[in-house]
């Protein structure tokens, strides 16, 4: 009887850890059934009630330890998706810090090549297109453009654009914001 159920331990836990533990409990009454069979078999077709006590002490003990299996499988189960969970956060965190740091040297590229340039240049004309160049590939955008407060004071006028045509009329609005950014204490 006794390595009747340890085979029946070893058939039974790997249904609660792999199946779940109503597979597992399915299986165990399959195999208690199964056994009871085989027992009134032997006995001829008589059901002896004195080895009931030995079969039932096995079947719980089973019964106990493939849902203890059960529950420490799905907590590692639980742990693993949380562990996962951390490490992809962790690898987005730092493909942002990757992506902030590239956008950073990418600035301070820009930055040390106008440094250069203005250093070189000898014609403002050139130095301004430039600028704006730099500037429209550095900040990702389609429109630049330099704009230049005229003496009088009361307008200003492109310099050096792209994506603006140089000379044209700056329109109102962009003339008051100007008109504002220059009134500050800090333009």
Same mark, same amino acid.
């Given at each position: 009887?006794?390595?009747?159920?340890?085979? @029946? @331990?070893?058939?039974?836990?790997?249904?609660?850890?792999? @199946?779940?533990?109503?597979?597992?409990?399915? *299986?165990?009454?399959?195999?208690?059934? %199964? =056994?009871? %069979? /085989?027992?009134?078999?032997? $006995?001829?077709?008589?059901?002896?009630?004195?080895?009931?006590?030995?079969?039932? =002490?096995?079947?719980?003990?089973?019964?106990?330890?493939? /849902?203890?299996?059960? *529950?420490?499988?799905?907590?590692?189960?639980?742990?693993?998706?949380?562990?996962?969970? /951390?490490?992809?956060?962790? $690898?987005?965190?730092?493909?942002?810090?990757?992506?902030?740091?590239?956008?950073?040297?990418?600035?301070? $590229? $820009?930055?040390?090549?106008?440094?250069?340039?203005? =250093?070189?240049?000898?014609?403002?004309?050139?130095?301004?297109?430039?600028?704006?160049?730099?500037?429209?590939?550095?900040?990702?955008?389609?429109?630049?453009?330099?704009?230049?407060?005229?003496?009088?004071?009361?307008?200003?006028?492109?310099?050096?654009?792209?994506?603006?045509?140089?000379?044209?009329?700056?329109? &109102?609005?962009?003339?008051?914001?100007? /008109?504002?950014?220059? &009134? %500050?204490?800090?333009?």
């Amino acid at each position: 009887t006794t390595t009747g159920f340890a085979f @029946f @331990f070893l058939w039974v836990t790997p249904y609660a850890v792999y @199946f779940g533990l109503r597979q597992a409990a399915f *299986q165990t009454v399959l195999a208690v059934l %199964g =056994l009871i %069979g /085989s027992r009134v078999a032997i $006995a001829d077709g008589h059901l002896v009630t004195s080895e009931m006590g030995g079969w039932l =002490l096995p079947a719980a003990t089973i019964i106990v330890v493939s /849902s203890i299996v059960h *529950q420490l499988t799905r907590e590692l189960g639980r742990s693993d998706r949380e562990r996962i969970v /951390s490490e992809s956060e962790r $690898a987005e965190a730092e493909a942002r810090r990757a992506a902030s740091e590239r956008e950073r040297a990418h600035r301070e $590229a $820009a930055m040390a090549r106008l440094a250069g340039l203005a =250093l070189r240049a000898s014609d403002r004309a050139l130095l301004l297109d430039e600028t704006v160049r730099v500037l429209t590939e550095t900040l990702r955008v389609e429109h630049c453009a330099i704009r230049e407060l005229q003496p009088d004071g009361t307008h200003m006028d492109a310099v050096a654009a792209i994506g603006f045509e140089i000379g044209a009329e700056i329109p &109102a609005d962009e003339q008051r914001f100007a /008109s504002y950014v220059l &009134a %500050g204490d800090e333009p």
